[in-house]
């Protein structure tokens, strides 16, 4: 069940892409790349497309200090993706991802208040539940 009417509203930050614009611009954010970028243009691409999604799924008003903050917190998810893989994977071996999901939505809570975390992940209060 994704974020109710009332949750898309109480994290509101001003005009949202549409997912036309949004779709546009990541691809324009990929094209001309080369397949194997350098650390600094995957940064780049990394950040460009999280900028993109909260401009999408929170508005592009948000704040530039809890952007960065978001982008802390991704990156530091980033550099443990691999250890949150492998421990999915003993924990949950069907369903592996479940461990990198759950660490994405504790990574993110530490910056957005609950509605705002389920607006920007596309997840309802009871699916936030789950993975917390």
Known sequence: ????PAD???????PKLTRDDYERRIVALHEGAPPMPDAERERRTRRGELDLLIDYRLGQRFPDSRREALWQAQQRLDKRRVWHLLAGILAHPRDPSAAV??????????VLNPAELGVLLDLSAEQLQRLR
């Open 1 to 4: 069940m994704a974020p109710t």
């Open 101 to 110: 999901a759950r660490a994405q939505v504790r990574g993110f809570a530490e």
């Open 8 to 14: 898309r509203q109480s994290a509101d930050f001003g």
